[in-house]
């Protein structure tokens, strides 16, 4: 009887073993001095040596229950509870095979009790897989000792049974020598064992019903699982065979281990930067481009270690690195939710180009690379990409932002949520790698201008000066996702919303990009910081119609953009000269210098999570940083219960390229969470692994459409 | 098994004479009278949990997701390694078979009596599993300034990675030995 606990330990509390093993083997041994030698004699020789085994064996199951550790967890350190504090919740919710399962604060342990756990008053302690207290044995039954208590009533059933069946028939066979010694005693035995019997019996058959459902009987008794469903239970068969053959767990209690030392001595490793983001170029899944990927690396950490602007847009580049570095931060202002909104936009392109580039065999190379990684960098400055018109063809430049792009656009697909697609269309022409994109935007521009009028309306009215003016088309674009934002109610904006005709059209001149820049960032500042209900509810509704819409027209696109692609590619570099971009860099850069794009996003994540790019932002952005820049390590945390909810929700849908997969998986995942940590989705184990199931599933989905983005984005961002 | 550097903390000027003579550290602002003082450099600041994945029930499982608080100490793969190589062990052992078979038959043929003798195939893995973690600690953990302890202290409940830091960088009084060991309760 290993109690611990003070009722335990009483002298009360061993009656009742004492009786029970008095019984017990006090019954036994009379039945086999004065029965079994008649019954020897007269029935089968066998008789008593099989009753002799049965009855060992019960012996044997009785001392385990009674001696085993039934599996008592010890008390937690108080390193462990110290986050636990007087704020920590009673109960936490896990997510156990689909079904929610409380887990109980012990305030005794000072841990949250693991499911099935529960703590015993009698022993005081916490108990694994805790069935219940038997007084009989003076020991909790759990997880380790259940199979031996569960086998003794079983044997003692049988043994009872038997003693009973051979004491009657002794009597029977000896009516006439009622006051002999021999019939006494049996008649004795054969009352203690027909009186237990019953009770024994009734035992055994509710363990046999328990084992059957695979319930505890803490959980009988409570009623847990009266209605639901057990997550438990593994069938009756299998909970059978796990009672019977399972593996003993080990003892946690006063364990005997040799004492081994191991020195912390400083000074500490500390992983480099630099090496992170080679596994985080790895992890992002571009396998297939082990030479980009190097290069990229390279590129990466040049950028990384890059706080000063790169060549093209100085100032806006700067402010972007800023932003960058501090990428965890929350404070960010609406000019930087802009520009969140411009390197989402770009990024999008770059992983369409990426995907068409691959499908083509058209990767090249370096340059490429450190143009993409720019981009993203740069191209949140860069928001005011202006489209430049289709009149300056560039063919120098043609292969190059195609091949940048597509390496975005591969490394966006790593983390993008589906929701990058119409993104990306509406946004590429939006990304500004430093030899221009512009061109596949114009394309875009082009596009959009033959299916403007109907998208007018949700753009500005200066829609004909768009091509010729640089200017902020990605404010028309932020002013789309404005309307989207407050048109979330409208629930059903038009698909081609995302769509690269559309963003040719929503194109204004600079100085009406300029004022809806600032009504945007006006707007940006007034949403509200928390909008992941509304992000589930909007995009849900508006991601899958959006989808289906936009997967038809890619197809379509693909076929007239390819032919055009080539001829609209051209640099602006005037693009980055936007007065009105760098008047806003500065003050973005100030208040917010140590932000990234993705944290200062909250208030572009309004429009992103109405437009359904918030998973994409969220898991890009951060991504971006990591790779690119790797300035913090907090952003990605920031921003990893998205993440890991659209990379999980993503992994769980496969092909599906809605991001309302994203958010109703969400949903799920943040409801059962496990909140003893970090208040993270625990669905996903791993962040790495959904990213590159993400990947893949992103480009066996759409290797068709993204050909026809890539080769549109190509066209407006040249 | 005893992993340690008698090096102490690392005072570039002496590095000749530290152990033999009173060396005055670089960083500290205190001096180090003997040996004793020099060795023992880091403390312990915090200590990170890494909690059960009950997701598929009461199997011995470890979330795998990497705790933020170690962003800036160790790479993610590698405790995404660690945590998952310790899954499958866990899994091994408590995997029904053949062998698990063959154990509970014998144990009951023998009353039982087999366990005084013989340890289970569970306890076999958690040795194993002892010295994995062993070997962790010392190859890639403790040179971080990390340490891992095993879950079965902890009622295999949490995987608790204990963080320390270069107390020589940051005070002068130096703090006890961190050490590692799984002893008796």
Known sequence: ?718 | MLSSMKEGCHDPKTKQTQLLKPGRRTKASGVFHNLQEMQHCASLVTKVFIQRDYSEGTVCRFQTKFPSELNIRIERTLLEETVKTLNSYYMEAEKIGGQSYMEGCLACATAYIVFLCMETRYEKVLKKISGYIQEQNEKIYAPRGLLLTDPVERGMRVLEVSIFEDQGSAGSSPSSTLSSDSSAR
């Not at chain 1, 083997?25 to 019954?39: D, R």
């Not at chain 1, 006051?179 to 006494?184: E, I, Q, V």
């Open chain 1, 1 to 718: 009887m290993p109690a611990s606990g003070a009722d335990a330990l009483k002298p009360s509390a061993f009656l009742p073993v004492c009786t029970a093993t008095c019984l017990l083997v006090g019954a036994t041994s009379l039945f086999f001095v004065f029965t079994c030698p008649w019954l020897a004699t007269t029935i089968c020789p066998a008789v008593p040596p099989c009753c002799a085994i049965l009855f060992l064996f019960v012996l044997a199951n009785f001392t385990m229950a009674t001696f085993m550790d039934a599996g008592v967890l010890p008390v937690a350190s108080e390193d462990e509870d110290k986050d636990d504090g007087f704020r920590a919740p009673l109960y936490k919710n896990v997510d156990i095979k689909g079904v929610q399962v409380r887990m109980k604060w012990c305030a005794s342990c000072h841990f949250y009790r693991p499911p099935r756990c529960s703590h015993c008053s009698v022993c005081d302690h916490c108990v694994e897989d805790f069935d219940h207290h038997c007084p009989w044995v003076n020991n909790c039954i759990g997880r380790r000792n259940y199979r031996y208590f569960f086998l003794f009533l079983l044997s003692l059933t049988f043994h009872m049974v038997a003693v009973f069946t051979f004491g009657l028939i002794y009597v029977l066979h000896h009516m006439n020598d009622l006051w002999k010694l021999h019939f006494t005693v049996t008649v004795v035995v054969i009352s203690i064992s027909g009186l237990f019997l019953l009770p024994v019996l009734g035992l055994t058959g509710f363990h046999l019903y328990l084992v059957s459902r695979g319930r505890t009987t803490n959980e009988q008794v409570t009623g847990k699982f009266q209605g639901g469903v057990n997550p438990f239970t593994q069938g009756c068969c299998n909970n059978m065979e796990y009672l019977v053959c399972s593996p003993i767990s080990p003892k946690y209690m006063a364990r005997p281990c040799k004492k081994r030392i191991v020195h912390v001595q400083p000074p500490f490793l500390r992983p480099g930067l630099d090496q992170q983001m080679p596994m985080k170029v790895g992890d992002n899944g571009l396998h297939t481009l082990a030479l980009e990927n190097k290069v990229c690396t390279v590129e990466l950490s040049d950028i990384k270690q890059m706080k000063n602007p790169p060549p093209l847009p100085p100032k806006p580049d700067r402010g972007l690195l800023k932003s960058h570095a501090a990428a965890d931060g929350t404070t960010v202002t609406a000019s930087n939710d802009f520009f969140v909104l411009m390197l989402l936009s770009s990024i999008l392109c770059f992983s369409q180009l990426l995907k068409a580039s691959e499908q083509q065999a058209n990767i090249k190379g370096p340059d490429l690379c450190s143009g993409f990684r720019e981009s993203p960098v740069r191209g949140i400055h860069q928001g005011s990409v202006s489209v430049q018109p289709p009149l300056q063809p560039n063919t120098v430049y043609s292969s190059l932002p195609l091949n940048s792009r597509s390496l975005a656009l591969k490394h966006s697909c790593r983390y993008g949520s589906k929701s990058q697609l119409p993104a990306m269309q509406s946004d590429g022409w939006r990304s500004s790698p430093p030899r221009g994109i512009f061109t596949s935007s114009t394309v875009l521009a082009n596009q959009s201008s033959n299916d403007g009028p109907p998208f007018n309306n949700f753009i500005n009215p200066t829609e004909p000066q768009l091509m010729s003016q640089r200017g902020a088309p990605s404010v028309n674009f932020h002013s789309h996702f404005m309307v989207l934002g407050s048109d979330r109610s409208v629930q059903c904006p038009p698909p081609h919303s995302y769509s690269p005709v559309f963003m040719g059209v929503t194109r204004q001149s600079p100085q009406a990009r300029d004022s809806s820049l600032r009504d945007l960032v006006s707007q940006d500042t007034t949403l509200p910081k928390s909008a992941a209900a509304r992000y589930d509810n909007f995009s849900k509704t508006i991601m899958a119609s959006i989808n289906e819409r936009r997967e038809l027209e890619e197809r379509e696109r693909m076929l007239h953009l390819q032919a055009r692609s080539q001829a609209h590619y051209c640099a602006d570099v005037g693009i980055y000269d936007i007065p009105s971009k760098r008047s806003l860099v500065p003050d973005n850069a100030g208040p917010s210098g140590s932000r990234g794009p993705t944290p200062p996003a909250y208030g572009s994540r309004e429009f992103l999570m109405s437009t359904g790019i918030l998973t994409y932002g969220m898991r890009t952005s951060p991504l971006s940083n990591s790779s690119t820049l790797s300035l913090t390590h907090g952003s990605k945390t920031s921003s990893s219960p998205l993440q890991n909810c659209s990379n999980s929700s993503l992994q769980n849908k496969g092909k599906s390229s809605s991001p309302a997969y994203c958010s109703s998986e969400r949903q799920t995942q943040a409801v059962p969470s496990s909140t003893s940590t970090l208040p993270r989705l625990t669905s996903t184990n791993s962040s790495a692994p959904p990213y590159t199931s993400y990947a893949t599933a992103k480009r066996s989905s759409l290797p068709f459409p993204s050909e026809g983005k890539e080769s549109v984005t190509l066209g407006a961002l040249k």
